[in-house]
């Protein structure tokens, strides 16, 4: 299936880039975890177009294709912040809000937004693998691989898909090493870096993981929330586990819980056929005008 591409505009008039699938049917709203693109959405966002439905997957703040931000505002308040707009422009187009779909990073923000906002600016949320509490050791783990080659970049393509070879080493590796050259970017050095912002994780307004502050944020947002919701779990996560996953349904009793089996953190990477029919499940049977 082919996809437009197309731009949106975040809360302070950041360019974000966007790829769409579908052109009917309720708008659904892709966000990507941090360090990754949009382009990790386009099985599912395949999935959901022939359900019926729009599916836009958007490259965050910094990220992908998106602008980087040149004050490196890149705290979990200014991805929120860039999702409320990108999700009024969706309400404009189709005459409803979107279901958010958020993995990692984008459920943060899509929390957060949806927590803080004083209307409804979304239809139905989905956090993939992402509570209000984590391990902040696997935290650490995921941070420290998107950290080690940040800056020096690599030599090749190869050379790249070996250090993810390394820290996935559950993961079968790809025939093809086209998926994994949308996540990288060709410097004039000649060396190929992570296609995100370094200031995404060492600037001076960088996201703030492990904090108690975050972390209340986060709580108070999970507490606000009355729309339709599914927690999507890798029952392998680093960062989520079963107690977290407890916790956040204490917080937001009318979830609904999935545990996707044999994946771990990047759960549509790793099964994406558990995690994809979890999905269709759960907007099938979402009571809202369709």
């Known amino acids: 299936m082919t996809s437009l591409h197309e731009s949106f505009r975040g809360a302070a008039g950041n360019r974000l880039a966007a790829d769409v699938f579908g052109d009917a049917g309720r708008p659904v709203l892709l966000l990507h ?6 382009h990790a959405w386009r099985r599912t966002a395949v999935e959901i177009a022939r359900a019926g439905m729009t599916g836009y997957a958007v490259d965050q703040r910094g990220h992908g294709d998106s602008e980087w931000v040149a004050d490196g505002a890149y705290r979990f308040k200014d991805f929120a912040d860039d999702i409320t707009a990108v999700a009024a422009e969706l309400t404009r187009r189709h005459g409803e809000p979107p279901v958010a779909i958020g993995a990692s990073l984008g459920g ?7 927590g803080e906002a004083k209307d409804t600016i979304f239809a139905a949320l989905v956090l993939v693998d992402i509570t209000p509490r984590v391990d902040l050791a696997g935290v650490a783990k995921v941070q420290g691989f998107m950290r080690a080659h940040a800056r020096e970049g690599f030599g090749s393509i190869e050379e790249a898909a070996d250090a993810v070879a390394a820290y996935l080493p559950h993961r079968p590796r790809p025939r ?3 998926g994994l050259k949308k996540n ?3 410097h004039p050095d000649g060396r190929w870096r992570w296609h995100w912002d370094p200031k995404f994780l060492e600037g001076n307004r960088r996201i703030g993981p492990g904090s108690a ?3 209340q944020m986060l709580v108070d947002a999970a507490r606000r929330i009355t729309i339709p919701t599914l927690l999507v ?5 680093e960062l989520v586990g079963e107690e977290h996953a407890k916790d956040f349904l204490n917080l937001v009793p009318h ?3 999935v545990d996707v089996t044999g994946a771990r953190h990047m759960v549509a990477g790793d099964r994406n056929d558990q995690f994809a029919n979890a999905i269709e499940s759960f907007l099938s049977g979402l009571k809202i005008p369709a």
């Not at 943060?108 to 949806?114: D, G, R």
Request: glycine share 14%; no cysteine; aromatic share 4%.
């Open 213 to 215: 502050e975050v972390e």
């Open 184 to 186: 990288l970017r060709l």
């Open 108 to 114: 943060i923000a899509s929390l957060l937004a949806a």
């Open 233 to 237: 779990r890798g029952a392998s996560s």
């Open 255 to 257: 979830a609904t819980y």
């Open 33 to 38: 975890g941090g360090g990754q693109t949009r």
């Open 176 to 178: 093809s090493q086209e």
